[in-house]
């Protein structure tokens, strides 16, 4: 017990001395401003660095378990896909793209020439009508001279059987089978014959002419003969078309996408492993055993950058943070543990299934530093995470979108809260917006069951970040000693057993110190600090008081002065002792270290004028200026000026609530004599000379005090027209 006693002094001591919040000095020259421990900029390069070595070092380390598989062995056990995957078969699409390249036909366009040009198939029918009708003229030659010598003259393209039965027509019967001729041959040719269909079109012929009706079928052989003699492919090949037509069929091939569903077999027992298999596996990220030395510098590179430009932010946009190293580290802390977090679930999601991608606390997150930081921290480290998700899952970035959404909507969720109880109720409703984004996001490429197995698991994601919030939260506020809003806002509430207990052992002082909450929390408003914080201080600032309520003046109702019969350096001790005493109870109640500080600063070094004045009362012989100024160290207190302003608020607030309480017959002049007095005086005493506070602030400080009093003695106002005399006071 003696121990712990001590160790509460200790503290007490060291919070009295110390100067908590105040810009600390680096040391000197370059090696101890940027390595040494001591230098705040090395420790911040430290804590940057370890933050990116280790999370880059997680991203990096590629768990995978060895399944046994080899190419073209049994295996050694059934496998199933760990998660929903659809990849292109790069082998399968080549030889898709073959195929179809190979199964397309050849171009052939239509060539006119072939039928109507010079040397076409009608020139080529009318020159052998014409010159049969020229040789037939020759009647001084026998039929069988004249066949010979047409057969010899066309080459013995014709048979001589069609020239001798051509030799045989009247002039009349070659010019009307010439016309009809031609007319067959276009009828054939008009459309695209490719030399591979010249031989069945000419076999055509014959019934071709039988179902025309305007020849003569004593003729049919003649002309059958003559067409099949002329018919020619009319489609010419034409490469380039061909090509064309080829790589088109190559390029309008579909991929092969194989579809692989989390839980089915890919390969079973004993079952032979095949090329298929390999592929589909290392797909799922359980064939990759090798190093990837790119894919390390990628990740190293990505955490890189998001780290520095979280730390950037928090340089440029938030000298809150910057300027306190443990709210550095807790970053620091909250980004590797949590980024473990995500590695660990992916890893379990690759030995088992994908369901545990959809568990990462990155919501917590979100709001632990919303509530210990603000919404644009809470923001920030959200988007850096969910990154770090995007990484973990193979650069699925739907993961990243689902999540990033989700903590941004829990940081607005949880920025307003008080109570510790209402971050259950926002984690609630971030699981349903969650459970929203993952069903969004699985809705067109999963399966029914997946989809709701995952919806669920979003829903579950939120209650769990909300357990883990409500549990992390006292623990990094006692650890690293942080001070939150909420934690603020719970100990501004009236209903803390300590406050009950001052309202019971010390009404005055809890009156008192709730209406210095008011003025303080208004005039620290009225300036932009940080009206909570005072608020708190303000509340809590006169809790030594409780170990001896009777004697302070606003306990003593309707009792007699017990200072009256105490030696003035023996009261001194007493009313001075209530600092000490308030800092010890309030580090027994766990009051957050920064509100200490502000308490044990709301007297600074200021003089207990009464006591002083007594003691000099007494005196016998007539004190020197410098035993005058002895005395006056005696009776001053022995604690820190105020160095904020939110500490200077505390003590202004403080002395002229006190002050006006003194004053008979308050009127709004006397409050504003009354406070003006007071505020000069600390200043003239220089109790603020140590705070960085300016002239303009002192005077809205001034008119927020003088307004807030006015108003909370309105009731009691009265006008009688009577001047306070402040001289001698």
């Known amino acids: 017990m003696a121990a712990r006693n001590k160790s509460l002094k200790n503290r007490t001591e060291e919070i009295i001395k110390t100067d908590e919040g105040m810009p600390s000095k680096n040391p000197q020259g370059f090696f101890r401003k940027y390595f040494s421990f001591k230098s705040k900029i090395a420790q911040r390069i430290y804590i940057f660095a370890f933050s990116v070595v280790a999370v880059a070092a997680m991203l990096s380390y590629n768990y995978t378990p060895n399944i046994g598989i080899e190419l073209g062995k049994p295996s050694p056990r059934s496998i199933k896909a760990n998660k929903d995957i659809q990849f292109e078969d790069f082998v399968k699409t080549a030889e898709d793209r073959s195929k179809n390249e190979a199964q397309m036909e050849d171009v052939y366009v239509y060539d006119p020439s072939i039928l109507n040009g ?65 007319v067959l041959a276009r009828d054939i040719m008009k459309d695209k014959i490719k030399p591979t269909e010249v031989d069945f079109i000419k076999n055509e012929v014959p019934k071709l002419i039988e179902q025309d009706d305007n020849l003569n079928y004593k003729y049919y ?74 894919r390390y510098l990628y990740i190293f590179l990505i955490s890189f950058i998001v780290v520095f430009m979280l730390g950037f932010y928090i340089f440029k946009f938030n000298s809150q943070v910057y300027n306190n190293v443990r709210k550095i580290l807790i970053i620091s802390i909250l980004i590797v543990i949590f980024t473990a977090i995500i590695k660990l679930l992916t890893t379990l999601s690759i030995i088992n299934l994908n369901l545990w991608n959809y568990l990462f606390p990155i919501i917590a997150v979100s709001m632990l530093c919303t509530i210990i930081f603000d919404t644009n921290m809470g923001i920030i480290m959200t988007i850096c995470l969910s990154v770090f998700a995007g990484i973990t899952t193979n650069l699925d970035f739907s993961i990243t979108f689902a999540y990033l959404v989700g903590g941004i909507f829990s940081t607005y969720l949880v920025s307003n809260i008080s109570q510790r109880s209402e971050v259950m109720r926002s984690g609630f409703i971030s699981s349903l917006i969650l459970a929203f984004l993952f069903f969004t996001i699985n809705l067109f490429n999963g399966q029914p069951t997946s989809i709701a197995l995952y919806t669920l698991l979003g829903v579950l994601n939120g209650i769990i970040c909300a357990i883990l919030t409500i549990g992390l939260l006292p623990f990094i506020e006692s650890s690293f000693k942080i001070v939150t809003a909420m934690g603020l806002l719970e100990l501004s509430h009236t ?89 010890e109870d309030a580090i027994k109640n766990k009051i957050p270290r920064k509100v200490i500080q502000i308490i044990s600063q709301h007297h600074g070094t200021s003089l207990m004028t009464y006591f002083y004045e007594k003691q000099k009362d007494k005196e016998t012989i007539k004190t020197t200026n410098g035993n005058s100024e002895l005395l006056k160290s005696h009776f001053r207190y022995q604690t820190r000026k105020p160095q904020t302003k939110e500490a200077v608020i505390l003590m202004l607030a403080d002395s002229v609530e006190a002050a006006v309480r003194s004053v008979e017959e308050i009127t709004p002049k006397k409050i504003e004599q009354m406070v003006n007095y007071i505020i000069d005086s600390k200043i003239k005493d220089g109790q603020l000379s140590e705070a960085e506070i300016t002239l303009k602030e002192i005077s809205t400080i001034r008119q927020s005090l003088i307004d807030g009093l006015i108003s909370i003695y309105h009731s009691r106002l009265s006008y009688p027209g009577t001047e306070l005399k402040i001289a001698g006071s």
Do not use: C
């Open 118 to 182: 010079q040397e076409g198939a009608l020139y080529q029918i009318k020159y052998f009508y014409l010159l049969t009708q020229i040789v037939s003229k020759k009647d001084d030659k026998p039929i069988e001279e004249k066949a010979s010598y047409l057969t010899n003259l066309f080459g013995n393209e014709y048979p001589e059987t069609t020239i001798t039965a051509a030799l045989n027509l009247s002039i009349e019967e070659i010019k009307s089978l010439m016309e009809e001729t031609q």
């Open 221 to 294: 052989p003649v002309v059958i003969s003559i067409l099949q003699n002329n018919i020619k492919a009319t489609a010419v090949f034409d490469p380039i078309a061909t090509e064309q037509a080829k790589e088109q069929a190559r390029v309008s091939t579909p991929l092969h996408m194989v579809n692989i569903v989390e839980g089915q077999i890919i390969v079973t027992e004993g079952e032979i492993v095949n090329n298929d298999n390999i592929a589909i596996l290392r797909k799922l990220g359980l064939l990759e055993r090798e190093i990837n030395w790119v």
């Open 495 to 583: 209903d803390q057993p300590i406050l009950k207990e001052m309202l019971i052992k010390a009404p005055g002082t809890y009156n008192h110190s709730l209406l210095v909450g008011h003025l303080a929390e208004n005039a620290a408003k009225s300036i932009g600090a940080d009206s909570l914080i005072v608020k708190v201080a303000a509340l809590y600032h006169d809790l030594g008081k409780l170990r001896r309520p009777e004697y302070f003046y606003e306990n003593q109702s309707n009792m007699e002065n017990v200072h009256d019969k105490l030696n003035p350096s023996m009261s001194k001790n007493i009313i001075a002792n209530h600092i000490r005493d308030g800092i």
